[in-house]
């Protein structure tokens, strides 16, 4: 159920646990006892205190690297190809290369058309199925059931050997479209990103390959010819420069033969170049100012540091920990918690293989002084840099450190991108025992040092971003896309094989079978649902209540979320940074938050923190203070908060569409954040009376999934939670307000000079308890659902207007609604909303083909395994199905109910839940541009003001 993530770049400084292509290294903390022995059918392992992975690597004749790490937890295999190259390896003047050939090798290949790739993928149930590229790589990955291993590796050997041959100038074309408005969708269009722009290109003089962003300029995007993509196939994309692991459920010896059979003809190509090029160095602080389409200001403080793996980088790891890794960290506490300068703090230290950046991040307060600011960030680098850090906070860093590994080698997907990880840039893809004794070896005072060598003022560059006009390079037009290609534009690196053409047959399926759960009733009233999971000592834990935003009074809209907000800042026997240290030495999350009509309060860590973690999780529910300091704290925070939601296109659109949806006055119709006037006006006692109203044990469930038996649940909740009394009369269980009769509109926020659209369609759509629901599904997968969908593949892959566009139904237990989201270049804002239009028409007019209904309910059917490969995944799931008021059986009689879809039942479906004349356009950009494109298209635009308010109307007459 899970909305697809649409391919993009992963630049290591920016989102680097994405893809774990930083430094992911763990200690177990000193003296701690050994985590349990992994269960024998799982590739990690624990002994005498060492953390291992399992694995085996042989090299076939041609060079190609392959890695097995067998685990038969689930039935899935993860395919992780890393190619080893990336922006290092580009040529001047050719940023953003290695990311555009990311791209394209989706594109299709000799032996698998253009645009079936995906397809292909989908009808097998994969996950997971991406690719992402960082300054020193490229990855490419999916995962699929364990019975496709043939089919996996027959995809990844394609692209690798055979993509070359079908890439020509339609396809370059249509992906550099693509690519450019990715890189109006996250640098242009988002907040700060102009602003990470231009700190690298402070840090890194001209020349260097990581002084650009990894997604490259519009110029150098544009520039890229055929010839220049084919050249950088030759020399980077061979299976001499590849690495190819296999993570999850299969045998050895059948891999090895497969491996051979699919990969062993492919050509090696000559030795790429290596690239040597040496530390950039800083002796003169760098300062400059950059101004943004932003609503606060924000400092960043960046250094050169040491290379991933070298002398340094796991001190300066640690340093970032203790600086600002949380909560309990230096900066947070001082900044965001005392003496409220500051909105957000994130210190970061992100390695890289020729040269690391140590960053530090600094959302500031409305009214608050950058100056300042930076006057106290450097005041506690100079006391980390002389005084070391105390026992705790190294114990701290070490379990946080540990607990978020194990957390990636849950999956098998981030397993096997781990492994390739530390094939590449430690050259042994066992490495983690030996990264784990940089951690458990470090001294306090080799953390200090560390600090003192690198951290220096006279080495850093500094950059405030202030509020004002944004900057960008002249405009680079789009040219005309091609509408086919030229004679002999395609070759061939390989030779053809004709027995290619045909794609393996599935081996015989195992049997789906979805995460069991049980529950039991406390008998105060407390539902508790539990999931056993053994193998890796991971726990986690969600307590979902009936306390959402549809349950705010409808003067005081946004007080369930401020409610949530408040349950971890300080209970009655626990201060708000007491609970953060509490957390940070589990090395465990807890979070609160509340949705639209829940809220949650979620607890993940180790199995040996389950305990503590539990007893927070109840003290921060059962005994809120409710701290007048803190609320104080939380006012600001959530109105700065609610002004940094102005300045996010996405998000503005669907603040205005839920209103557009619901009307006014519906508790869903307003921010979930309420406005200035509700979060001023919030006290003790109105968070205590929501609380008193809300917070019950016969409203509640506690959802739990991990290495915990029955028997050693029920232990820790009896004593917890057992003596859980309600405390004051119960608030009435209301039902939600019928969302209103809506009619066909379109609303235009104005945003001048923004490079793209962010656009919601929005619209009333079914509740949960539809008895259509999986056919709305699988209507949905095919409409804009998929990655493959109709109206992403016309928008994206046919036509190039937008980075990923896509579809969903949010089907709640009191409130549906059904959406299309994406963002599209602000001149083809009208033509994507025709294009838009007919595929709805379509999906309404006539049945799905044979093809088409099992592909898309493959999609959703066969990937089920696949969604709940962690316990946070099962926990969610439990958690969202007690929410809406399924029962308990009801996830697992979901692959029946999906199964049975036809097309004449997703049609049916369509055409009683996807009513055009009900659809409300939200279009937030420019409207000196799109307004004349909704008045071509027939559409009377309604205009608006960044709050939602009516500005006045231009335009013709609405049509469907």
């Not at 999916?142 to 050997?157: D, E, I, R, V, Y």
């Not at 690519?179 to 269009?189: C, H, I, K, P």
């Not at 590449?424 to 951690?439: H, S, T």
């Not at 629901?773 to 209507?779: F, P, S």
Request: hydrophobic fraction near 45%; include cysteine.
């Amino acid at each position: 159920m899970n909305a697809p993530v649409p391919r993009r770049p992963v630049p290591c400084r920016l989102v680097a646990l994405l893809a774990l292509a930083g430094a992911l290294s763990a200690a177990l903390p000193a003296g701690a006892a050994p985590a349990a022995p992994a269960a024998l059918t799982g590739a990690v392992s624990t002994e005498a205190g060492q953390l291992a992975v399992r694995q085996e690597k042989f090299t076939l004749a041609n060079g190609f690297e392959v890695i097995l790490v067998e685990d038969h937890r689930l039935p899935l295999v993860a395919f992780n190809l890393w190619v080893h190259a990336g922006p290092r390896n580009e040529a001047k003047g050719q940023t953003g290369f290695a990311h555009l050939f990311e791209h394209l090798m989706f594109a299709g290949s000799r032996h698998v058309p253009r645009g079936e790739f995906d397809k292909f993928v989908d009808a097998a149930g994969g996950t997971d199925s991406n690719g992402s590229t960082n300054f020193d790589r490229t990855n490419y990955f999916f995962t699929l059931p364990s019975n496709q291993l043939a089919l996996g590796l027959w995809l990844k050997a394609d692209m690798l050997g055979w993509m070359i041959d079908e890439v020509d100038s339609v396809a370059l074309a249509n992906q550099q479209d693509v690519v450019r408005n990715e890189r109006r969708q996250s640098f242009e269009n988002r907040p700060y990103g102009v602003v990470e722009e231009a700190l690298y290109q402070a840090l890194y003089p001209e020349g260097h390959p990581y002084r650009a962003a990894v997604i490259g300029s519009h110029a150098d995007i544009q520039s890229i010819q055929l010839k220049d993509v084919k050249d950088f196939a030759r020399t980077y994309y061979r299976p001499n420069n590849a690495t190819l692991v296999l993570a999850g459920d299969f045998d050895p010896r059948q891999a090895r033969e497969l491996v051979q059979k699919y990969f062993g003809t492919l050509k090696p190509g000559p030795k790429p170049p290596e690239v040597h090029v040496a530390m950039p160095e800083i002796t003169k602080e760098r300062r400059l100012v950059v101004t943004d389409r932003i609503e606060l200001s924000r400092l960043n403080l960046a250094w050169h540091t040491p290379a991933m793996f070298a002398a340094g980088d796991a001190e300066l790891d640690v340093a970032a920990h203790v600086l600002g890794g949380d909560k309990a960290s230096r900066l947070y506490g001082l900044l965001v918690r005392d003496k409220q300068l500051a909105q957000s703090v994130q210190v970061s230290q992100d390695s890289q293989s020729l040269s690391s950046v140590f960053g530090i991040e600094i959302v500031a307060r409305p009214g608050a002084s950058l100056d300042e600011i930076e006057r106290l960030a450097d005041a506690e680098i100079a006391r980390l840099a002389t005084t070391p850090p105390s026992a705790a906070e190294l114990a701290q860093a070490r379990a946080t450190i540990e607990t978020q590994l194990l957390q990636r080698m849950e999956k098998v997907t981030t397993l096997a991108d781990l492994v390739n990880h530390y094939n590449q840039m430690a050259g042994d893809p066992g490495f983690v025992g030996q990264d784990l004794a940089r951690y458990r070896t470090m001294a306090p005072a080799a953390v200090s040092a560390t600090v003192a060598r690198w951290l220096q003022k006279d080495r850093r560059v500094a950059v405030q971003a202030l509020p004002g006009e944004q900057v960008l390079p002249p405009e680079v037009p789009t040219p005309p896309m091609p509408t086919k290609a030229a004679r002999n534009e395609r070759e061939s690196l390989n030779a053809a094989e004709p027995w290619r053409n045909k794609p393996p047959a599935a081996a015989k399926s195992k049997p789906l079978v979805l995460p069991a759960a049980q529950s039991f009733t406390l008998a105060n009233g407390l539902t508790v649902i539990h999931s056993p999971k053994p193998g890796l000592p991971l726990v986690s834990a969600s307590l979902v209540l009936r306390a959402g935003q549809g349950a705010n009074p409808a003067e005081r809209p946004g007080l369930a979320g401020f409610t949530a907000a408040m349950l971890p800042e300080g209970t009655a026997t626990r201060s708000a940074q007491q609970i953060a240290e509490s957390l940070a030495a589990l090395g465990a999350t807890l979070t609160a938050q509340a949705g639209s009509e829940e809220a949650r309060v979620e607890f993940s860590g180790l199995k040996a923190s389950a305990s503590e973690g539990l007893a927070l999780l109840a003290d921060v529910v059962l005994n809120p203070a409710f701290a007048a300091p803190e609320i104080e704290r939380q006012q600001a925070q959530r109105l700065a908060a609610l002004a940094q939601a102005r300045e996010q296109p996405a998000l503005l659109a669907n603040v205005v569409g839920n209103r557009a949806v619901y009307g006014v006055g519906h508790p869903l119709a307003a921010n979930a954040l309420g406005t200035e006037a509700s979060i001023r006006a919030v006290d003790a006692a109105a968070l205590r009376s929501f609380w008193q109203g809300h917070y019950r044990p016969e409203r509640a469930a506690l959802v739990v999934a991990g290495d915990l038996s029955e028997t050693e649940l029920r232990a820790l909740v009896e004593p917890l939670f057992g003596a859980w009394k309600p405390s004051g009369e119960a608030a009435p269980a209301t039902p939600l307000p019928a969302a209103r009769p809506v009619a066909a509109r379109t609303l235009v926020v104005d945003k001048p000079g923004a490079p793209q659209t962010a656009l919601a369609v929005v619209a009333p759509g079914p509740f949960a308890a539809a008895p259509d629901w999986a056919a709305v599904e699988v209507m949905n997968a095919a409409l804009g659902g998929l990655f493959t969908s109709r109206i992403n593949s016309q928008l994206r892959e046919v036509k190039g207007y937008t980075y990923g566009i896509f579809s969903g139904y949010a089907m709640g237990r009191e409130r549906g609604q059904f959406g299309i989201r994406g963002s599209v270049r602000t001149d083809v804002t009208g033509a994507a909303l025709a294009d838009m239009w007919k595929e709805i028409a379509g999906m309404r007019a006539k049945p799905m083909g044979a093809a088409e209904l099992t592909r898309v309910r493959n999609a959703r059917l066969l990937s089920l395994p696949g969604s709940f490969d962690t316990n946070q995944a099962v926990v969610g799931a439990y958690a969202a199905n007690w929410a809406v008021g399924r029962p308990l059986g009801a996830i697992a009689a979901e692959p029946g109910q999906l199964a049975a879809v036809t097309a004449a039942a997703a049609l049916k479906a369509a055409r009683d839940h996807l009513d055009p004349a009900q659809l409300i356009v939200v279009a937030v950009g420019d409207k000196a541009k799109i307004v004349p494109q909704l008045q071509a298209i027939g559409r009377k635009a309604e205009l608006l003001n960044a709050d939602g308010q009516a500005e006045g109307q231009a335009g013709g007459q609405p049509r469907p």
